[in-house]
């Protein structure tokens, strides 16, 4: 039996030079564990490079913090929504795309976040008054306070 599986091995290594199987018992033990490290190592290389270039980027742009509607950025998801929010409900048909206002001076919402205070201004969103629909009917407080900082920002 033991005889065999020599002859195994030597024909196995004469033939073209090929390692022979781990299984054919040609390797003494401690040398197979050391090939299946060696073979584990290589697989496992790319994955562990993997996990290092994505540590490596995370520390950048991935998770950027939300920021206020006031900062004044297309990128910025609140701001935008703001933009959208004037659209959709048609304040732009009274103040305008660019907040010069159609209806009368006092629409002109340019600068309006230095003649008033935010209150102020989610006040007349809410409750509008002077030619203005009322909002709070038909806006969420999130929808306003979005609103709100946008216009704020207008100075
Ligand atoms: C039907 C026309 C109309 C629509 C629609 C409208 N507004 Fe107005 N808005 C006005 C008028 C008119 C005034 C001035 C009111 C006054 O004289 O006190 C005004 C005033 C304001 C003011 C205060 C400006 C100031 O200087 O006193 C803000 C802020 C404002 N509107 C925001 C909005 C927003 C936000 C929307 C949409 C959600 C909107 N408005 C929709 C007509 C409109």
Redesign the pocket.
Known sequence: MLKQTKQACVAASLNDNKQPDDSSGCYPAPLRAARRLTIGALILAPFVLALAACGGTSGGSATPKAPAATAASESNPAYVKAQE??TA???I???GVDLEGK??V????QK?GS??SSE??AD??KN??????V?KTK?SEEEIGL?TDW?SSKK
């Open positions: 929010l004037f409900n048609k304040c048909s009274c103040h209806v009368g006092k629409t002109n919402l309006v003649k008033l102020q201004i007349q969103i509008g008054g002077g030619g203005m629909p909002y806006l609103l216009l």
